[in-house]
């Protein structure tokens, strides 16, 4: 039986998970404040699903997916995740994660950056340039007309095929974006970033611009994002989009 490890079980991760069990796959939830925190989350998601601490939820995965904060990165069990495909779906956010001056200046990506600390596993960057509420919105069945296309990156050729497998198994086509120096295509800010799956594009980007307003006078973000059905984002548009989408450092970044 195949199973989904999680650690971090957040907004992120458990949207995933929901979709993993709804596609017949086992799930193994953990986070940083213990297995008997998840118990509502496990009830929810049913038989399926178990909680445990990281160590165990990583080697309990035929892949995993991380899904925390970019300053607790080098706290990942790096023994319990070689060999491992790691969905790695972690974004920069200096005002939560502290100035890293390797990634202010663009000298690697964030996803480089994990992949250093896990030397055994294989990274693949996927489902961090979508909102936590339009991954169940906009997951179809495989062939749907109306299937929506995720970006990946990775630098082993294998990981990204079976990262793409496990994707589709939850719904979603996927696009290669290319190894792991070019995750940054799909970055916070750029074109692919959380915009293009929404059915308010304006409200979203206002919702930036609140987020840059806020942080730019020394306060945190108050207005939580817009929450919508979210519209189909098709393949082609989306390799239109990573192909024409420009880098942006943290200088550059409304978020920074």
């Known amino acids: 039986m195949a199973t989904l490890g999680f650690i971090g079980s957040g907004n992120i991760g458990t949207a ?3 979709l993993a069990v709804a596609a017949g796959i086992d799930v193994v939830l953990s986070n940083s404040r213990g297995p008997e925190t998840l ?3 496990v009830a929810e998601l049913g038989e399926r699903a178990r909680a445990a601490t990281p160590e165990e939820a990583a080697r309990a995965g035929d892949w995993v997916v991380v899904s925390i ?4 990165y080098q706290q990942l069990p790096v023994a319990a995740l070689a060999g491992k495909v790691v969905l790695d779906t972690i974004n920069y956010y200096p ?6 001056e390797a990634l202010d200046t663009g000298k690697t990506t964030t996803s480089e950056l994990v992949q250093e600390h896990l030397a055994g596993a294989q990274l693949v960057k996927a489902f961090n340039n979508i909102s936590d509420h339009h991954i169940p919105a906009l997951a179809r069945p495989a062939g749907a007309a109306d299937r929506t296309a995720l970006p990946i990156a990775g630098d082993d050729p294998q990981a990204k095929a079976d990262a793409a497998d ?11 974006a290319g190894p792991l120096t070019d995750s940054w295509r799909f970055e916070p800010e750029t074109d692919p970033y959380a915009v293009p799956y929404s059915a308010a594009p304006d409200a979203m ?3 930036w611009t609140q987020v840059s307003e806020a942080l730019h006078s020394g306060t945190l973000p108050q207005t939580p994002p817009p929450v919508d059905g979210g519209v189909p984002l098709p393949a082609a548009q989306l390799r239109t989009l990573l192909a024409d989408t420009s880098r942006k ?3 550059d970044r409304v978020v920074a």
Do not use: K
């Open 16 to 18: 995933i998970a929901r």
């Open 39 to 41: 118990a509502e989350t």
């Open 69 to 72: 904060p970019l300053a607790a």
């Open 95 to 100: 005002f939560r994660d502290g100035h890293i």
């Open 166 to 176: 496990l994707i589709s198994r939850l719904g979603f086509d996927t696009v290669d």
């Open 205 to 207: 980007r206002a919702f």
């Open 249 to 251: 450092l943290t200088a």
